[in-house]
Every structure is written in structure tokens, then in C-alpha cells.
């Protein structure tokens, strides 16, 4: 059983930058992915990206790429979302997600979420 936190949301204007933070608490195997997932009012969730802990391959979506940045710490505790050059497109719930990679279309293992909100 993994319970995930996260922190760092809140609101900024267009072109302002955030950072996220995901912090596990269980067993992290070797095997797992860590990422985000995010989701606007009346939308779908968006997987936004993610990264294997065992040797650090990363996924960043198209439409965050070149923007966003994952990354984790060496202990494969905590996961983190730099996010820069927001744009009011961003504007979602934000969640953290953990679980086997083969599994990342639809992990097991979510945070509560964090509000991202972008004005332009």
C-alpha cells in the first residue's frame, strides 16, 4: 500500500512558474512509476507525465513539453512537477500517482490533488 501527498499548488498569473511535490509512503519498488495526472472542469484526466524509478526514464506530454519537468529524489520518496511558462490552459486539479509502469495507463495509487490555477 503506497499513500501519496502533495503540495505546491496555487495560482499565478500567465507565464509565472510552480513547482509540485509528491511525497510516497510505502514501498517504492524498482518497478513503479511515479508521475502526474491532471484534470480541468468538465474534462477528462490527462496523464501530464512520469518517470521510472529505477532509472529515471521520463514521459512528458506533448502539450507541457519543453514547459514541465519531472524529476525525484534519490530515496524514490518524492517525485516533483517544475512547471514553467503556465499558461491559463494549465489551469486543472493536479494529482500524483505511483504504481507499476506497465499499469500507468490507469495506476492504482493517487494523491488528494493540488489546485493549479493560471489567469491570463
Known amino acids: 500500500q503506497v499513500q501519496l501527498a502533495e503540495s505546491g499548488g496555487g495560482s499565478v498569473q500567465a507565464g509565472g512558474s510552480l513547482r509540485l511535490s509528491c511525497t510516497a509512503s510505502?514501498?517504492?519498488?524498482?518497478?513503479?512509476?511515479m508521475g502526474w495526472f491532471r484534470q480541468a472542469p468538465g474534462k477528462g484526466r490527462d496523464a501530464v507525465a512520469h518517470i521510472a524509478v529505477g532509472d529515471r526514464t521520463t514521459f512528458v506530454a506533448d502539450a507541457v513539453k519543453g514547459r514541465f519537468t519531472i524529476s525525484q529524489d534519490n530515496a524514490w520518496a518524492n517525485s516533483y512537477l517544475q512547471m514553467n511558462s503556465l499558461k491559463p490552459e494549465d489551469t486543472a486539479m493536479y494529482y500524483c500517482a505511483v504504481d507499476q509502469c506497465s499499469r500507468w495507463s490507469n495506476p492504482n495509487y493517487w494523491g488528494q490533488g493540488t489546485q493549479v490555477t493560471v489567469s491570463s
Open positions: 510505502g514501498t517504492i519498488y524498482r518497478n513503479y512509476c
